[in-house]
């Protein structure tokens, strides 16, 4: 019960924040920017279409644990078409908008996968979230006009990373042995100072290619967040950001009416 205790705790406080955030580790224009963001998000008004709870949740959760805790490292477990990739924009927008960084990498099991996160991301695409989705706002406003997403899908796209905001790449192209050109890119101090790593369908991770790409890449990994959609294969030894910071099921998907009954 002392543990159930801890998380009702650790859950209060997090509510108490939710309404009045505060960023400690922030300078005051950071902080103001923060602020502002959490603040829109939560208020929606400037959203043409609302983000569902839940994602508004996950959003909140990442950026609490990080900038309360100093956690940046999370895992997050919701269901297949919650719309992960929005929270994933919505994530972009924070780290760009208030801890200046601009480089993003997304990295896919497999090839399906991939050209689907690509979709969202590409500002040709009809798909492109940040249509729907405002995250950018005052001097930042514009930013989102000119992101620039890159698909790597054979070693000649290693070149692309120099001018990407958003690296879209299976593991299997950052991992070829050592002689990954991509990741020799990403490994450049001049080409990359600092990264924030998305890993979407985590659970699918080949995790030792995985662990071995994170660990070369983690000087300049500012954070980190694992994405996944099954409840049943994680444990400690798969994902070291085990637990989950919030977790979405099919049931409530279903009750909520994001997902249809399966």
């Given at each position: 019960s002392n543990q159930i205790n801890m998380i009702e705790e650790k859950e209060i406080k997090y509510r108490e924040w939710k309404e009045k955030p505060d960023f400690p580790n922030l300078n005051e224009r950071q902080g103001l920017i923060a602020k502002t963001f959490v603040e829109r998000l939560v208020g929606g008004e400037d959203f043409p279409k609302p983000l569902y709870k839940h994602q508004l949740e996950a959003v909140l959760k990442v950026i609490y644990r990080g900038e309360k805790e100093g956690k940046w490292e999370s895992l997050l477990d919701i269901v297949t078409g919650g719309g992960k990739t929005v929270i994933m924009a919505c994530l972009v927008s924070y780290f760009w908008q208030v801890r200046k960084c601009e480089k993003f990498l997304i990295i896919t099991p497999n090839t399906i996968v991939r050209e689907r996160?690509?979709?969202?991301?590409?500002?040709?695409?009809?798909?492109?979230?940040?249509?729907?989705?405002?995250?950018?706002?005052?001097?930042?406003?514009?930013?989102?006009?000119?992101?620039?997403?890159?698909?790597?899908?054979?070693?000649?796209?290693?070149?692309?990373?120099?001018?990407?905001?958003?690296?879209?790449?299976?593991?299997?192209?950052?991992?070829?042995?050592?002689?990954?050109?991509?990741?020799?890119?990403?490994?450049?101090?001049?080409?990359?100072?600092?990264?924030?790593?998305?890993?979407?369908?985590?659970?699918?991770?080949?995790?030792?290619?995985y662990r071995e790409v994170l660990k070369l890449l983690r000087q300049k990994t500012i954070a980190r967040i694992d994405l996944t959609a099954t409840p049943y294969r994680l444990d400690r030894e798969d994902l070291d950001t085990f637990p989950p910071v919030y977790e979405y099921h099919v049931e409530q998907a279903i009750r909520d009416r994001v997902v249809k009954e399966i």
């Open positions: 996160v690509k979709e969202d991301f590409e500002i040709k695409s009809p798909g492109y979230a940040y249509r729907d989705f405002p995250f950018f706002f005052n001097s930042h406003r514009k930013v989102s006009e000119r992101l620039v997403c890159k698909v790597l899908r054979d070693g000649t796209d290693a070149v692309s990373i120099r001018d990407a905001n958003i690296i879209v790449a299976n593991i299997h192209q950052l991992y070829e042995g050592r002689q990954s050109q991509s990741l020799e890119m990403l490994l450049s101090p001049k080409v990359v100072e600092n990264l924030v790593i998305f890993n979407d369908e985590a659970h699918n991770a080949a995790a030792d290619q």
